[in-house]
């Protein structure tokens, strides 16, 4: 509602009209009325009106973490970190607060918070061709290296998915202004013979059988019946786990309603801090023949990778909480995991640790993996780095580089968490990636079975099994 019709509510109307036509007078308010107005100012305050604007901005401010802390104190969370600065959406109380806190803004683009005809994207171009072909058909807003954002209206969405580029919508919703705390990093020491036995548990030939599984279904796309029943699937593989709570919340994309599955371990010392271990379990191919997409490695591998580690914690007490979530419509935005995250951001009191996410495991077995993390995520990347060579022989490339954010783990980025990728190679991966031929016979199990210790290493480091448990199981 408009501030003239909300005055004209309050007082008569011919008096608010003379009032308004001719130089205002004070507007003295009482009783009533004032409260009412008062309310309608809060709610201005509180940023609960629709109609405002939200404006699209680039803070210029060089990354780090404290740049980071300036941001999410100020807007509640990014989506985009360059080696310039942040790009935010915020409302205007938000901006103001950014510019009060002497951050540089300088102000992309705006429209109303309630438009939902035209929507921001963030996109994904691998190369020049790819970067060519949006540009013929959109003005870029903004441009970094292989990432542009664009203005869209509904029906340009078509052209966008024809150019075959991976993009994801903008969340515009504003979520709570936060500093999440800095987790303290963890340390390796020695091997723990605790944690060496348990990685035992993680066997190459029952991940790639458990893969296969996901490949028979034919496609996990999104739209495709494989992605329902893989979702049913995932179900009741984690409901055969002991003492965890399996949920499916739906989430909207597009006009798709979709679930993700989240599997709890509810932590015994502080269950309010919160370890994700992410995959997306949905396929895709880039031909658009959506009804064959096996996606072997692009995700069943990742998606194996978590259960795979909630089977060899099963029952075990663990000190944080541990959140299993296996992630759809991952290949169209992004979409899962930003429901996750957007649902974490917005619980009081929850802290999240650290998230590892894990996308595409085994193209082959170059005992290389890739990890790729952001300014608050360097810790976690030589924690996983140190685990993973000590427990498995397995060498890192580290990539502390937050402008890679195709995956699901910059959904976590924007709310400050500290979230890790793991992934076969980068940028070299699989040939078969989003093709048919994306096949349980093309990847090399070996390669997915040290990359999913490697995880689980770090896990227990940060996390560690009580000593008396871990006594016993020697
Ligand atoms: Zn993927």
């Not at 940023?47 to 300036?70: C, H, N, V, W």
């Not at 292989?146 to 340009?156: A, F, G, N, Q, V």
């Not at 070996?446 to 689980?456: A, E």
């Amino acid at each position: 509602m408009h501030l003239i019709s909300r005055i004209c509510r309050i007082l008569p109307v011919g008096i608010a009209l003379a009032m308004l036509s001719t130089s205002v007078p004070v507007l003295a308010l009482g009783g009533e009325q004032k409260v009412e107005f008062d309310q309608f100012i809060k709610n201005i305050r509180e940023e609960k009106r629709l109609d405002q604007i939200g404006y699209l901005i680039f803070a210029k401010i060089t990354p780090s973490r404290t740049s980071e802390d300036r941001i999410l104190a100020a807007a509640g969370s990014y989506f985009y970190a360059s080696d310039e600065g942040y790009l935010a959406h915020v409302n205007y109380v938000r901006l103001d607060r950014m510019k009060k806190s002497g951050i540089e803004t300088q102000i992309i683009d705006k429209k109303r918070l309630d438009d939902e005809q035209e929507s921001w994207y963030i996109v994904w171009t691998e190369n020049s061709a790819q970067e060519q072909k949006v540009k013929a058909l959109f003005e870029p807003l903004y441009q970094n290296e292989h990432t542009m954002i664009i203005r869209i209206r509904p029906e340009d969405r078509e052209r966008l998915i024809a150019a075959r580029v991976r993009f994801s919508q903008i969340d515009e919703s504003l979520l709570p202004t936060r500093v999440p705390a800095m987790p303290k990093p963890c340390e390796f020491r020695t091997v723990d013979p605790a944690i060496a036995s348990l990685l035992e548990f993680v066997k190459a030939d029952e991940m790639k059988a458990d893969v296969q599984t996901l490949q028979d279904l034919k496609s996990r796309a999104v739209g495709q019946p494989g992605n329902v029943t893989a979702v049913k699937w995932l179900v009741e593989q984690y409901g055969k786990i002991p003492n965890l709570t399996v949920t499916t919340p739906t989430f909207q994309s597009g006009a798709n309603n979709l679930q993700n599955v989240l599997a709890e371990q509810k932590g015994t010392v502080d269950p309010k801090t919160i370890i994700v271990v992410c995959g997306h379990f949905d396929s895709t191919v880039s031909s658009g023949n959506m009804s064959y997409a096996p996606g072997a490695d692009d995700n069943g591998t990742g998606a194996i990778g978590v259960l795979t580690i909630a089977r060899a914690l099963a029952g075990k007490k663990l000190p944080y909480t541990v959140l299993y979530a296996e992630m759809n419509a991952e290949e169209i935005g992004l979409y899962g995991s930003k429901a996750v995250a957007k649902t974490l951001a917005g619980t009081a009191g929850v802290t999240i640790k650290a998230v590892f996410n894990m996308d595409m495991l085994a193209d082959k077995d170059d005992n290389e993996v890739a990890v790729i993390g952001n300014t608050r995520s360097n810790w976690l990347i030589d924690a996983f780095k140190d685990a993973a060579l000590a427990y498995t022989g397995l060498k890192s490339n580290t990539l502390y580089d937050s402008k890679i954010w195709y995956s699901d783990h910059s959904s976590f980025w924007n709310i400050g968490a500290s979230a890790i990728c793991t992934i076969e190679g980068y940028p070299d991966m699989t040939p078969y990636y989003h093709t048919t031929n994306d096949l349980v016979v093309n990847i090399a199990p070996s390669m997915m079975q040290k990359i999913v210790r490697g995880n689980l290493a770090t896990l227990l480091i940060m996390n560690p099994l009580p000593a008396k448990i871990a006594a016993k199981e020697r």
